[in-house]
């Protein structure tokens, strides 16, 4: 069975920092790409980050970047999504998602294929 998990989230305050792992199972996670995303209450999906499978330099959504930091750990089939400084309007549930995609499509793509795959979401609040 196909699954991706996304854990981490949580209630932090302005300027913390947080990590949030996406753990896959049932696919070889090392030839897909990982995507991040986020969509707060009334607003569109975000593109947050997008790491290739070939782990190549991951891009970043404009309001993250330089703030956020996307690895993965194929040994543990899990993808990470560091984020520093944390602002008021970074508060959304956050996803990851999964597709098999060139390393050179992985800033404009919005893995919504028939064959891509996608967690439950994980809630970040950052409130004072």
């Known amino acids: 069975q196909v699954q991706l998990v996304e854990s981490g989230g949580g209630l932090v305050q302005p300027g913390d920092s947080l990590t949030l792992s996406c753990a896959a199972s049932?696919?070889?996670?090392?030839?897909?790409?990982i995507g991040w995303f986020r969509q707060a209450p009334g607003k569109q999906r975000e593109t947050v980050s997008c790491?290739?499978?070939?782990?190549?330099?991951?891009y970043y959504g404009g309001s993250v970047k330089g703030r956020f930091l996307a690895s993965r750990d194929n040994a543990r089939k899990t993808v990470y999504l560091q984020m520093n400084s944390l602002e008021p309007d970074d508060t959304a549930v956050y996803y990851c998602?999964?597709?098999?995609?060139?390393?050179?499509?992985?800033?404009?793509?919005?893995?919504?294929?028939?064959?891509?795959?996608w967690g439950q979401g994980t809630q970040v609040t950052v409130s004072s």
């Open positions: 998602a999964a597709a098999q995609i060139p390393s050179w499509y992985c800033s404009h793509y919005t893995f919504t294929g028939p064959s891509d795959y």
């Open positions: 049932g696919f070889n996670m090392v030839d897909y790409a």
């Open positions: 790491i290739s499978s070939e782990n190549t330099s991951p």
